[in-house]
């Protein structure tokens, strides 16, 4: 049997897409745990300023592009090494051509930028599908880049309570990577506040939020009456689509009480 670039058994696009870009196929602009209501929330707290350099780790489809230009800093970058999202991101760019934008084809371990030449940093929905190693690379490129009291913004999938059995996470983790189709590995509060702090930074604001990425009364507050009715319609004419909408959302229901979002924003050491 053929199989795509990414190893997949060949047949609809659907059935091989990984979560994310298939909720984006589906009409989905905000793809992150806790909700608009939480990458707010974080932004309320980090307070991007005018004039400043701002980062975005994996921008996807640009939702959360337009909030942070929208606080008019002087330049923006995205930095995503996946093509997927480009055309929706430039979309969004153009928007703000008063603001210095560029997108860098780049890891976020990896991202080529100087030294301490960001104000903010931002990652959603990103750490949860890296490995242990690459978590702290991609945590450690976000120090590196930032300039000494930066902010660091992180957004990401969580595991309640903080003593969770140990065998309800395994299984968890390994039924949730088996839907969305990329290995996921959501991790406790305090274990995501341990990652930051061992890598030198200090914590500014913590704030957690249900799991409700596919429930219809997040869908209405993230996507608004336009944006849900466009998913809707989707959902209609894309069965595949459709199926695979569903099964994530029965998985995300199915372990409800141990999912959460929780964000950060984290301070860059003053040396």
């Not at 309640?160 to 990577?177: F, H, N, R, V």
């Not at 209609?236 to 959302?249: E, F, K, Q, Y």
Request: proline share 7%; net charge positive.
């Amino acid at each position: 049997m053929s199989r795509d670039r990414k190893g997949s058994r060949s047949g609809p696009e659907e059935k091989r897409l990984q979560g994310h870009w298939l909720l984006a196929t589906m009409g989905k602009t905000v793809l992150r745990p806790g909700g608009l209501e939480m990458t707010e929330a974080l932004l309320e707290h980090a307070r991007p300023l005018p004039g400043e350099t701002v980062v975005e780790f994996g921008p996807g489809v640009g939702r959360t592009a337009r909030l942070l230009l929208g606080t008019s800093p002087a330049r923006y970058i995205g930095v995503d090494p996946n093509p997927e999202g480009a055309p929706a991101l430039r979309k969004v760019l153009a928007d703000f051509p008063h603001v210095s934008t560029r997108v860098v084809t780049a890891d976020a371990k990896s991202t080529g930028l100087p030294d301490e030449s960001a104000d903010v940093v931002i990652g959603e929905a990103m750490l949860t599908m890296m490995n242990p190693r690459d978590k702290v690379a991609i945590i450690a490129e976000a120090a590196r880049i930032l300039k000494p009291g930066g902010r660091y913004v992180v957004h990401e999938m969580g595991l309640a309570p903080e003593d969770i059995d140990p065998d309800t996470a395994a299984e968890l983790q390994k039924e949730i990577s088996r839907t969305v189709k990329v290995g996921a590995r959501p991790s406790t509060m305090d274990q995501w506040r341990a990652l930051l702090t061992e890598a030198g930074f200090s914590i500014r604001f913590a704030h957690q939020n249900p799991m409700n990425l596919l429930e219809p009364r997040r869908v209405l507050a993230d996507e608004g009456l336009l944006g849900t009715a466009r998913i809707a319609k989707n959902m209609i004419v894309n069965p595949a689509g459709r199926h695979r909408m569903l099964t994530m959302r029965a998985v995300f229901r199915k372990y409800g009480e141990h999912l959460c979002g929780v964000g950060f924003v984290a301070t860059a050491s003053k040396g």
